[in-house]
């Protein structure tokens, strides 16, 4: 495949998806992110374009597919990237569940690719920040995780929100949250209020 070939697949699965390249920068700059890790990826790159250091995992075969151009990748991520030093992008095609051979990051993503902050948590460094959507039931799984804390919120604004964190993740009339459930559904459950995504810290 040539050059114009994946960066072409590239850049339509961000008109599918929706750019979020203002999320990426938005969470990077405020946590001052160096290091990622981007479990269930698929093909969305941008989080390359902002921090220096991401490791990418998919067990898609097309998403391996579309790593096999590693050099490809890479010059274009270098000609686009907002930052100075060149980047370094690893690809992994296994499950993430299973070990993974990499250094403590400062940021995970979690983008609609099942449990993957709980699966994953062990390389985030204590400190580091976990971006997620409850889509799959990550968000709620992090929020009721001893390991992690609440920090922040982000919604379509792309604006970081710290204030009235309690008033997430809190269920009509009082209603408990049942984590088997979430887990078993593999979906986020509904609350009074929610946003687009979370941040949560690993505190220990
Ligand atoms: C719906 S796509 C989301 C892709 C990307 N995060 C995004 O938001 O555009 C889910 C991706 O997660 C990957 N995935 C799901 N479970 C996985 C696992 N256990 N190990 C590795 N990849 C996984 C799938 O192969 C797929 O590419």
């Not at 889509?135 to 709620?140: F, I, Y």
């Not at 390991?147 to 922040?152: A, N, S, T, W």
């Not at 710290?162 to 809190?170: A, N, Q, R, T």
């Given at each position: 495949m040539n050059n114009d070939k994946i960066i072409n697949e590239y850049q339509e699965y961000q008109d599918k998806i929706g750019s979020r390249l203002e999320l990426y920068r938005?969470?990077?700059?405020?946590?001052?992110?160096?290091?990622?890790?981007?479990?269930?990826c698929h093909i969305d790159l941008s989080p390359s374009l902002v921090i220096p250091n991401v490791v990418y995992v998919d067990n898609f075969?097309?998403?391996?597919?579309?790593?096999?151009?590693?050099?490809?990748?890479?010059?274009f991520i270098n000609e686009h990237k907002e930052y100075k030093e060149e980047c370094e992008v690893l690809f992994f095609g296994q499950d993430y569940t299973h070990e993974l051979v990499v250094e403590p990051v400062d940021l995970?993503?979690?983008?609609?690719?099942?449990?993957?902050?709980?699966a994953t948590k062990e390389y985030l460094k204590v400190g580091g920040i976990l971006l997620c959507n409850d889509?799959?039931?990550?968000?709620?799984l992090a929020k009721f995780d001893d390991?992690?804390?609440?920090?922040?919120t982000i919604d379509e604004d792309y604006e970081i929100n710290?204030?009235?964190?309690?008033?997430?993740?809190?269920r009509s009339e009082g209603k408990p949250v049942d984590l088997m459930v979430v887990k078993t559904k593999m979906k986020g459950p509904s609350y009074?209020?929610?946003?687009a995504n979370y941040l949560f810290q690993k505190i220990k």
């Open positions: 938005v969470v990077s700059q405020k946590f001052d992110i160096s290091s990622a890790l981007y479990p269930g075969k097309g998403t391996i597919n579309f790593f096999k151009h590693i050099n490809q990748i890479k010059a995970i993503i979690s983008q609609y690719a099942g449990f993957v902050g709980q889509s799959h039931g990550d968000a709620t390991d992690f804390r609440l920090v922040g710290h204030f009235h964190l309690e008033d997430y993740f809190v009074s209020k929610s946003a």
